[in-house]
């Protein structure tokens, strides 16, 4: 299947969430609807694409290592 490029909830067109410090150039661009702000952290698994009306949220699925998959059975969390 892929990333999806429609909002499933309203049919809204998914923009590509941008983390970290933003410059200038991508306040104009979240401005004029072309991406959405993500923040200035960053965790292993962050959104990727967004809805900007109703604001559901794409995480795309991925495979957990060895070591994540024991931290996330014995304590429940990965971090």
């Known amino acids: 299947m892929g990333t ?3 909002c ?3 049919g809204t067109k998914l923009l590509r969430i941008v983390y970290g410090m933003p410059d200038v150039g991508l306040f104009e661009e ?3 609807g072309k991406v959405l702000l993500g923040g200035c952290c960053v965790s ?3 959104p990727t694409r967004g809805c ?3 604001g559901w ?3 795309p699925p991925r495979e957990l ?4 998959k024991f931290l996330l059975e014995t304590f429940g ?3």
């Not at 290592?65 to 994540?68: I, V």
């Open 57 to 59: 949220q794409y995480t």
């Open 65 to 68: 290592t060895d070591e994540e």
């Open 77 to 79: 969390r990965i971090d």
């Open 30 to 32: 979240s401005e004029q």
């Open 44 to 46: 292993f698994n962050d």
């Open 52 to 54: 900007p009306d109703c």
């Open 4 to 6: 999806p490029r429609k």
């Open 8 to 10: 499933p909830e309203c």
